[in-house]
T-cell receptor, first 113, second 115 residues
């Protein structure tokens, strides 16, 4: 079975903290993605990576950064967490170049207080 | 720019009745279209996709979707709804160009099946 695993299901952090959300996939996928999901807004792409050490901004990258040092791991970083970053965060992986579906992790619900 | 519209935030259907969840898209080029489902406190699960060929595609759990190029639509359908189909459904689109990897989602439709 393909697997995308996010390290935490629930996180509570304080305003101003540096926050790391970790995602690991075992499918040898080139592409990995970070989305945030908010009611009424659907899924919005924050960042994606198409190879190790490669990254591209998505639709809402402000306040976030990412790291991909190894193919299987894609980290989302909130440099200084703010309350408007309270959300559900979803990681996904997919093979590049084919019309394949993306596989999603179970999500991390982050609350910034 | 590519976009997806799901015009209904909420759809209610009686158990046993047919259901339709609507989706329209906008892309420059040929689309790859996807439907995903999300159950409470879970990630997204893939249901089905349209790549090319037959306009009617079949997916998991008895769902199917019809691609209509002239109407730029990709509506999700099921002949007979089950209570267990109650969930949040997302339509997504990507252009079929190698190198453009961005998958754009709609805002989601909450489907409630009434016993």
């Amino acid at each position: 079975d393909v697997k995308v695993t996010q390290s935490s299901r629930y996180l509570v952090k304080r305003t101003g903290e540096k926050v790391f959300l970790e995602c690991v996939q075992d499918m040898d996928h080139e592409n990995m993605f970070w989305y945030r999901q908010d009611p009424g807004l659907g899924l919005r792409l924050i960042y994606f990576s198409y190879d190790v050490k490669m990254k591209e901004k998505g639709d809402i990258p402000e306040g976030y950064s990412v790291s991909r040092e190894k193919k299987e791991r894609f980290s989302l970083i909130l440099e200084s967490a703010s309350t408007n970053q309270t959300s559900m965060y979803l990681c996904a992986g997919r093979n590049r170049g084919n019309p394949n579906e993306a596989f999603f992790g179970q999500g991390t619900r982050l609350t910034v207080v | 720019a590519q976009s997806v519209a799901q015009p209904e935030d909420q759809v209610n259907v009686a158990e046993g009745n047919p259901l339709t969840v609507k989706c329209t898209y906008s892309v420059s080029g040929n689309p790859y279209l996807f439907w995903y489902v999300q159950y409470p406190n879970r990630g997204l699960q893939f249901l089905l996709k349209y790549i090319t060929g037959d306009n009617l595609v079949k997916g998991s759990y008895g769902f199917e979707a019809e691609f209509n190029k002239s109407q730029t639509s990709f509506h999700l359908k099921k002949p007979s709804a089950l209570v267990s189909d109650s969930a949040l459904y997302f339509c997504a689109v990507r252009v079929s160009n190698f190198g453009n990897e961005k998958l754009t989602f709609g805002t989601g439709t909450r489907l409630t099946i009434i016993p």
